[in-house]
């Protein structure tokens, strides 16, 4: 029997974040994560190099039944906190479009950095840890359960990142237990059970339901789960269209209405799959996107068709339309663009000047307003996220402890709480797991 005084479970952004902080402030922690090695995700994220963070971080930018939930860890723990601990471990990094912060190297040195403060605040790190139960430990006098030997022999080391294996100072006087874990490393004990599982994106990279099954034991209610920042599929002749167009991208505008979310529209690009679409455009938008919604999409953001076209009739343009919008947009797509609307696929070889009012309207409608119904989206194996998850309600926004469990304490992903594409994930991970320590 150990024990602790917080057990994090998950040892990916959130739960790292969350363990060093608690760490840092005198808690005798210890990280329990399944996978053969921590930080999968931040690892493989932003294409191996970490988009961790954004400078344009508004509340706005996050989705969840509560949106003024994420409001204070927000404030508490800024963007611009997480840039002062990358400074301090001299960090190399820039900015891409949209705010977005990634490395300039790889992706492994965020975890270094992680990683670097767990050892310095004595954090020991389980990997290859399977829970098996965790159960409430009753109100009792006295410590008859407590231990504070604590072994480091259990923690495994791996070649692809440093695992800190120190030996924290024991607890004199150890604060009663309140929640035992029985796992595959042996029982432990702990007075605070921080919950970092994350949700169901990427199983292969060793998402569980863990997170939300732990909830639901405690009585916690569990908002209705989707993938999310993830590619859409289609079926029939528009995934014949799809597949043609594969690996063609373009600056798009796309735009989704439903009940839930009302109007949301993002301007980004789009990229066209063998399975149907995908993109920084399309990947936002799914976001909000409910099965059998309408996408309407504008393919010429930044030009107004109908102008356009008149132009060159008043020109006397005696090119062909097909050649003259290959200037506005990929050649490829306009070739399959117009072969695939039957209204406007003879108009490929016509000049401009030949176009009917009539051909106009429909030429621009297809471009600047064409709409679709996707058959679904690639799910969990390619999401990013997870949209939904424990309910808010359930959980208190500023010590972000379960209002029904105490010592209980739920961060990241595994929460109601959905960030937009660009480094917003990440920094909820990050201010959720740090005020979270303040607390364990």
Not at 5 to 22: E, P, R, T
Not at 111 to 130: D, H, K, P, W, Y
Not at 197 to 214: C, E, F, H, N, Q
Not at 284 to 311: E, G, R
Request: proline share 6%.
């Amino acid at each position: 029997m150990t024990y602790f005084d917080c057990v994090v479970i998950g040892g990916g952004a959130a739960g790292l974040m969350c363990a060093a902080q608690a760490g840092l402030l005198g808690k005798s922690v210890t990280v329990l994560d399944h996978a053969n090695k921590v930080g999968k995700k931040i690892l493989m994220s932003g294409g191996g190099r970490c988009n961790f963070t954004n400078y344009f971080v508004e509340p706005s930018n996050y989705l969840s039944t509560n949106p003024h939930f994420c409001k204070s860890a927000l404030s508490r723990y800024t963007q611009y906190d997480f840039l002062e601990l990358v400074g301090r471990h001299q960090l190399a990094y820039h900015e891409k479009t949209l705010g977005q912060l990634f490395c300039d190297n790889k992706a492994k040195d965020i975890l270094n950095i992680l990683l670097a403060e767990c050892e310095s605040a004595g954090v020991r790190i389980a990997t290859q840890c399977s829970i098996h139960s965790v159960e409430r430990i009753e109100p009792q006098t006295g410590s008859d359960h407590i231990t504070a030997t604590i072994p480091t022999s259990t923690t495994p080391t791996t070649s692809t990142t440093p695992t800190p294996t120190p030996t924290p100072t024991p607890t004199p006087t150890p604060t009663p237990p309140r929640y035992e874990l029985s796992t595959s490393q042996g029982t432990v004990q702990c007075h605070s059970l921080v919950v970092a599982t994350g949700g169901l994106s990427i199983p292969t990279m060793g998402a569980t339901g863990l997170g939300y099954d732990l909830a639901k034991q405690f009585g916690l209610k569990i908002t209705p789960k989707h993938a999310a920042l993830v590619p859409f599929t289609f079926k029939g002749s528009l995934l014949a269209l799809a597949q043609s167009l594969a690996g063609v991208a373009l600056p798009i505008t796309i735009e989704c209405e439903n009940a839930s979310y009302g109007h949301q529209s993002f301007k980004e690009a789009l990229l066209f799959t063998h399975k149907g679409i995908s993109g920084p455009a399309v990947l936002q938008i799914s976001n909000y996107w409910m099965p059998d919604d309408t996408l309407s999409i504008n393919f010429l953001p930044d030009d107004d068709l109908a102008a356009q076209l008149a132009q060159w009739q008043q020109e006397g343009q005696k090119a062909e339309l097909k050649t003259l919008l290959s200037r506005l947009l990929p050649k490829r797509f306009v070739l399959a663009w117009l072969a695939y609307d039957t209204q406007l696929a003879s108009l490929a070889e016509k000049t401009v000047i030949q176009l009917t009012p009539k051909e106009v309207a429909a030429l621009t409608q297809a471009l600047h307003h064409w709409q679709c119904i996707p058959a679904g989206t690639e799910g969990y194996k390619t999401a990013e996220v997870t949209r939904g998850g424990v309910n808010t309600d359930e959980v208190s926004s500023k010590t972000f402890e379960a209002k029904k469990a105490p010592g209980l304490f739920f961060v990241g992903e595994v929460l109601d709480v959905t960030g937009w594409l660009g480094g917003f994930n990440f920094q909820w991970a990050w201010a959720s797991g740090y005020c979270a320590a303040q607390y364990v």
